[in-house]
């Protein structure tokens, strides 16, 4: 992996550690419809959109809705995992994250973050950490989830560099495929067995070095 010129960072999982949070909330809405959702059913959820969640959740239960009623409990997941992102610190910053994200920029390497949570910037804004980022592509401005790689290629024309020169740092595979998709480098966040198609996989950014890029 040589050349490289951009970082791109996913946020969930990667820069903080949010999933908790979804699945409280995610949870909270399965109970109030009357079945469990369990923390092994929430892995199926990382790195997948609001509105396709709400789906694999109501179907975790046996449960169909209308589209209206399935806006309403969107709605109410996601006022009940903000409670939540409201209360968050900079304290929850993932180990090694800011220090690495800092080091890119100060070797001169573009960054920016491409995540498919809507809340993104107020995630950021709670960590204390949007000054780190030269582009920041969230849901709000991409069409396509992952694994279509639109999120990456759109950060990638904003930071106006070369998708093979660009780099993706993802824990979910749907992220992992959508940055090889979009013809960029993938570095995985978590356990090789299950992100083996990235190029390069370590546990947490605490681990990573720009002599690895
Ligand atoms: C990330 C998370 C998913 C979440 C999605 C949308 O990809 O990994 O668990 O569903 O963002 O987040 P949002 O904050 O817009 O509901
Ligand atoms: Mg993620």
Same mark, same amino acid.
């Given at each position: ?5 951009? #970082? $791109? ?5 990667? $820069? ?10 995610? &949870? ?23 509105? &396709? ?6 179907? =975790? ?12 409990? =969107? ?19 993932? @180990?090694?994250? &800011?220090?690495? %994200?800092?080091? #890119? &920029?100060?070797?001169?390497? /573009? ?15 709670? +960590? ?7 582009? $920041?592509?969230?849901?709000?401005? %991409?069409?396509?989830? /992952?694994?279509? @790689?639109? %999120? ?13 020169? #660009? ?6 595979? =749907?992220? !992992? ?10 570095? *995985? $966040? *978590?356990?090789? /067995? !299950? ?5 390069? %996989? !370590?546990?947490? +950014?605490?681990?990573?070095? +720009?002599? /690895? +890029?």
């Amino acid at each position: 992996m040589n050349n490289i010129k951009a #970082c $791109i960072f996913d946020l969930d999982g990667v $820069i903080v550690d949010t999933a908790i949070y979804h699945y409280k909330a995610w &949870r909270r809405l399965a109970n109030s419809l009357g079945f469990d959702f369990t923390e092994q059913q929430n892995e199926q959820l990382k790195g997948v959109s609001r509105v &396709r969640s709400l789906e694999i959740v109501l179907q =975790a239960g046996g449960i169909t809705k209308t589209d209206a009623e399935k806006d309403q409990l =969107a709605a109410q997941k996601n006022a009940w995992y903000m409670e939540m992102v409201n209360q968050m610190t900079p304290a929850e910053i993932l @180990p090694g994250a &800011r220090e690495f %994200v800092q080091s #890119c &920029r100060d070797a001169g390497i /573009k960054t920016a973050l491409g995540s498919a949570s809507k809340n993104s910037m107020t995630i950021l804004e709670k +960590l204390q950490i949007v000054h780190l980022f030269d582009a $920041i592509i969230d849901g709000n401005k %991409v069409t396509k989830a /992952k694994p279509d @790689p639109e %999120v990456f290629l759109k950060g990638a024309e904003a930071l106006s560099i070369e998708p093979k020169y #660009c780099v993706v740092f993802e824990d979910a595979i =749907a992220g !992992v495929e959508a940055a090889k998709a979009g013809g960029m480098k993938a570095i *995985g $966040i *978590g356990d090789p /067995k !299950v992100l083996y198609e990235a190029d390069l %996989v !370590v546990s947490g +950014l605490n681990e990573m070095t +720009l002599d /690895k +890029l």
